[in-house]
Nanobody, 119 residues
């Protein structure tokens, strides 16, 4: 059993900052990519940022220069530092981790954390 537990969401004014954390626990041998997705009401879930086990990063164009993803491999934890928040960043943010499982890669999701940015 593997669990991803997110924290750090909340309500913030436009221009403010939040830091999301996601800790993986349970039967973990190794984790490949970790990432953050977001889903606004009535919209699909989109990738915001991801990071490989070696530290390579990807960002959606909409958050480049404002968000920073990082991870602590020893703690099986991924972070998302969000600066310069805009009302359009309002969404439920989900953590995702790709784990190695006997030669296969299996994806796991967190429960989601709400981020609300007021104008």
């Amino acid at each position: 059993q593997v669990q991803l537990v997110e924290s750090g969401g909340g309500l913030v004014q436009a221009g403010g900052s939040l830091r999301l954390s996601c800790a993986a626990s349970g039967r973990i041998f190794s984790i490949n990519d970790m990432g953050w997705y977001r889903q606004a009401p009535g919209k699909q879930r989109d990738l915001v940022a991801s990071i490989t086990s070696g530290g390579g990063t990807y960002y959606a164009d909409s958050v480049k220069g404002r968000f920073t993803i990082s991870r602590d491999n020893a703690k099986n934890t991924v972070y998302l530092q969000m600066n310069g928040l805009k009302p359009e960043d309002t969404a439920v943010y989900y953590c995702h981790a790709l784990l190695n499982r006997g030669g296969a890669k299996v994806g796991y999701w967190g429960q989601g954390t709400q981020v609300t940015v007021s104008s």
